[in-house]
C-alpha cells in the first residue's frame, strides 16, 4: 500500500534560517504529492502540490520537487519567518481519493 | 472564503458512550471525507462518501462508525460505543466532484474527541 515517511520532529529554527524537512514515499504508479501545514487552532491546508515527476510545487517562498527517482518531496524555504510556525504535512494521493499522510513535522521559528 | 467548519471543538465522552461529530462542507462541494488523528501518529484516512453513499473507506472503519448527511448542510461521524482508542483528533474535509486528477480536499479545524 502507500506510505509516507517525514522527517521526525519537533524543528526549531531561528528567522531567516533555511528550512529543509524531509519526506519520502511508497506507492504504486504516479501518485500526486502534497505538503499541507496546519496553524495553531485551524485546520489543515494546502501549502503546494506536485502531480507529475520532476515538477516543483511552490506557495508562500516554500518549494518542493517531486523526484520520482529518490521518491521524494522534500520542503525547503531560503528564509523562515515566525509567522511559519505550523505542523506540516506530507501527504500522496494514488489511484484512490484518499489521502495518505506523513506523521507531520512541528516547525518553531524564534525571533 | 468558504471554509468547512466543525463541531464540537472538544468532545469528552465515557467509554461505551456514542458521539456524533459535526461537519458543515463547502456548500458546492459534492465529496465528502473523515480522517482522524492518534496524538502523536499520522493522520489516517477514515471514509469517503459522495452522492448520499459511501465510496471508499479503510480497516479502521468498522460497524461502530456510520457516516451520514442528514440535511443539505451538515456530514456527520458517529461512533456508537466509543473505546479508549478512539481518542484522536478527526477531520473533515470536503471537495468538488468533476474530473481532472486531483481535486483539492479543504478541511476543518478538527474536533479532539477525548474517551475516558
Known amino acids: 500500500g502507500n506510505s509516507v515517511t517525514q522527517m521526525e520532529g519537533p524543528v526549531t529554527l531561528s528567522e531567516e534560517a533555511f528550512l529543509t524537512i524531509n519526506c519520502t514515499y511508497t506507492?504504486?504508479?504516479?501518485?500526486?504529492l502534497f505538503w499541507y501545514v496546519q496553524y495553531p487552532g485551524e485546520g489543515l491546508q494546502l501549502l503546494l502540490k506536485?502531480?507529475?515527476?520532476?515538477d516543483k510545487g511552490s506557495n508562500k517562498g516554500f518549494e518542493a520537487t517531486y523526484r520520482k527517482e529518490t521518491t521524494s518531496f522534500h520542503l525547503e524555504k531560503g528564509s523562515v519567518q515566525v509567522s511559519d510556525s505550523a505542523v506540516y504535512f506530507c501527504a500522496l494521493k494514488g489511484s484512490a481519493r484518499q489521502l495518505t499522510f506523513g506523521s507531520g513535522t512541528q516547525l518553531t521559528v524564534l525571533p | 472564503e468558504p471554509e468547512v467548519t466543525q463541531t464540537p471543538s472538544h468532545q469528552v465522552t465515557q467509554m461505551g458512550q456514542e458521539v456524533i461529530l459535526r461537519c458543515v462542507p463547502i456548500?458546492?462541494?459534492?465529496?465528502f471525507y473523515w480522517y482522524r488523528q492518534i496524538l502523536g501518529q499520522k493522520v489516517e484516512f477514515l471514509v469517503s462518501f459522495y452522492n448520499n453513499e459511501i465510496s471508499e473507506k479503510s480497516e479502521i472503519f468498522d460497524d461502530q462508525f456510520s457516516v451520514e448527511r442528514p440535511d443539505g448542510s451538515n456530514f456527520t461521524l458517529k461512533i456508537r460505543s466509543t473505546k479508549l482508542e478512539d481518542s484522536a483528533m478527526y477531520f473533515c474535509?470536503?471537495?468538488?466532484?468533476?474530473?481532472?486528477?486531483?481535486?483539492?480536499?479543504?478541511f476543518g479545524p478538527g474536533t479532539r474527541l477525548t474517551v475516558l
Open positions: 474535509a470536503s471537495s468538488e466532484a468533476g474530473q481532472g486528477r486531483y481535486n483539492e480536499q479543504f
Open positions: 456548500s458546492n462541494h459534492l465529496y
Open positions: 506536485a502531480t507529475k515527476a520532476d
Open positions: 506507492a504504486t504508479g504516479y501518485p500526486s
